[in-house]
């Protein structure tokens, strides 16, 4: 801890950048909708990693340079970043990607409405999940299974058999543009699940004549 203070004091720098690197990965994941747990332990892993590689690297000198030379923190700080990547890898959450039976869908009003809720809500909403490339990858895989596990909990279009904890809202949350969430059709992604201004009233309204589907 005495060597941990002693180069956070000689590298203020290094410390504000650490700082606002974890500002930004909060930030970050939290965009993402990854839970804040797993960021946590996230940036935990990080840190201790990189903390662990600095002082492997530097125990063979006789003593703590003044101000620790900036290119080893930074590339110790890359070399933790691949590890916990790498580890990352192997945890099993997020790997199952089964699409279960459906058993029941909405007496939708329209085939478009039907049509128009499959691409703006049946990815998370939904027995019949299209699982990106990086639902492969740690810990876009983590955000990706969370997701959809909450998604089919709150309203599940493949299992309207049974009661729908939220399905009533359904309406009102795309009415409030809260579904699809900003995340979802970010940088491009998922952009079939972009509606347009005509496909949007038409979705509204084929959810407001569609059973089970508004309050």
């Not at 504000?16 to 996230?42: E, K, R």
């Not at 790498?86 to 329209?110: C, F, K, M």
């Not at 939904?126 to 876009?140: D, G, K, L, Q, R």
């Amino acid at each position: 801890m005495q060597k941990l203070v002693a180069v956070v004091k000689a590298n203020p720098a290094t410390a504000i950048a650490a700082g606002l690197v974890i500002i930004l990965s909060f930030g970050a994941f939290g965009f993402m909708g990854l839970a804040p747990p797993f960021t946590l332990g996230l940036l935990l892993a990080f840190g201790f990693a990189t903390w662990g590689i600095y002082r492997r690297r530097t125990r063979r000198l006789e003593r703590t340079p003044a101000g620790a030379p900036f290119p080893l923190i930074v590339s110790s700080a890359v070399v933790a970043a691949l590890v916990v990547f790498l580890v990352a890898q192997v945890v099993p959450y997020g790997r199952d990607h089964s699409n279960p039976p459906i058993t029941g869908e909405p007496a939708w009003a329209t085939p478009q409405t039907r049509e128009l809720v499959v691409r703006a809500c049946f990815d998370c909403h939904s027995n019949e999940v299209t699982w990106p490339w990086y639902s492969n990858i740690a810990p876009f895989s983590w955000a990706t299974w969370q997701h959809v596990d909450e998604g089919r909990d709150a309203a599940n279009y493949s299992e309207w058999d049974r009661a729908q904890d939220k399905g009533d809202e359904s309406l009102e949350e795309v009415k409030k543009g809260s579904m699809p969430p900003a995340y979802y059709t970010a940088f491009g992604l998922h952009s079939d699940a972009q509606l347009t201004p005509e496909e949007l009233a038409a979705l509204l309204d084929g959810l407001a004549k569609t059973p089970g589907l508004s309050e």
